[in-house]
């Protein structure tokens, strides 16, 4: 899977589509995303502002995913919580920006080295077209290395 084809899918998948959510790039080192999401008449709650739950669905899988794709198939990934703070409410294209650095994710892979449970929290800020913030969101990474690439214990 190319960072191109997953931030197209992820575009076209159902829940973001219908969602207003849509991934402008995934950069192809696998190190960072964009996505907005643009506020209109489906996407608004009742008082005409970005239904929080579009916010948390715009920001669910992108750090498991850019931690999953720079550890590799010897990595178990997952998204295991999150959190987001409302800060003023959301008109417009929303933009959140996620950054998983190359040397995060060697940490990471350091950490979890032998099959430990690594839990890793991440944030991100949601910003309207005028760079305020409008959320503030964290999200906790899973973390394990697979059974099959472990050493077997010595005898």
Same mark, same amino acid.
């Given at each position: 899977?190319?960072?191109?084809?997953?931030?197209?899918?992820?575009?076209?998948?159902?829940?973001?589509?219908?969602?207003?959510?849509?991934?402008?790039?995934?950069?192809?080192?696998?190190?960072?995303?964009?996505?907005?999401?643009?506020?209109?008449?489906?996407?608004?709650?009742?008082?005409?502002?970005?239904?929080?739950?579009?916010?948390?669905?715009?920001?669910?899988?992108?750090?498991?995913?850019?931690?999953?794709?720079?550890?590799?198939?010897?990595? &178990? /990934?997952?998204?295991? @919580?999150? =959190?987001?703070?409302?800060?003023?409410?959301? $008109?417009?294209?929303?933009? *959140?920006?996620?950054?998983?650095?190359?040397?995060?994710?060697?940490?990471?892979?350091?950490?979890?080295?032998?099959?430990?449970?690594?839990?890793?929290?991440?944030?991100?800020?949601?910003?309207?077209?005028?760079?305020? &913030? /409008?959320?503030?969101? @964290?999200? =906790?990474?899973?973390?394990?290395?697979?059974? $099959?690439?472990?050493?077997? *214990?010595?005898?």
């Amino acid at each position: 899977m190319t960072p191109r084809r997953l931030a197209i899918g992820m575009s076209l998948w159902a829940p973001n589509l219908f969602s207003g959510i849509r991934v402008r790039r995934i950069a192809e080192d696998w190190t960072s995303a964009t996505v907005e999401l643009h506020v209109n008449v489906i996407t608004r709650n009742y008082v005409k502002t970005a239904f929080g739950g579009a916010m948390s669905a715009m920001t669910d899988p992108y750090f498991f995913m850019l931690v999953m794709h720079q550890l590799g198939r010897d990595h &178990v /990934v997952w998204d295991t @919580r999150g =959190e987001i703070e409302f800060v003023k409410p959301g $008109r417009g294209v929303l933009t *959140a920006h996620f950054k998983v650095p190359r040397e995060k994710a060697q940490e990471l892979r350091d950490r979890a080295a032998g099959g430990v449970k690594v839990l890793e929290w991440f944030t991100t800020e949601i910003v309207d077209r005028e760079g305020d &913030v /409008v959320a503030r969101v @964290r999200r =906790e990474v899973y973390v394990r290395e697979k059974k $099959r690439v472990r050493a077997p *214990a010595a005898s």
